[in-house]
């Protein structure tokens, strides 16, 4: 009896110190990543993995990103133009 107490006492605990735990936000994704394979894609929401000591939960932002870029251009007849893209 003793015995089943302290082996469940000790899965439980090698458990909770091998879990992983994260929380992917909206707009991001999550990448679970075992032993350099790529496992699964999370959606936003929280991941709980027990025993997963060799699993890496990689954030990975996938909203649009935009940039805007000025330019100076000239044309063939040699005007200049100011453009903003």
Partial sequence: MLAAVLLAVVIIGVGLTTM???????????????QGRVEA???????FRPFAPFTNIEIV???RQMRQVSQNVASSDKQLYDIDI
């Fill in 41 to 47: 894609i999370q959606e936003p929401g929280l991941f």
């Fill in 61 to 63: 932002n996938v909203r």
């Fill in 20 to 34: 992983k735990f994260a929380q992917v936000n909206e707009g991001d994704r999550g990448i679970v990543v075992t």
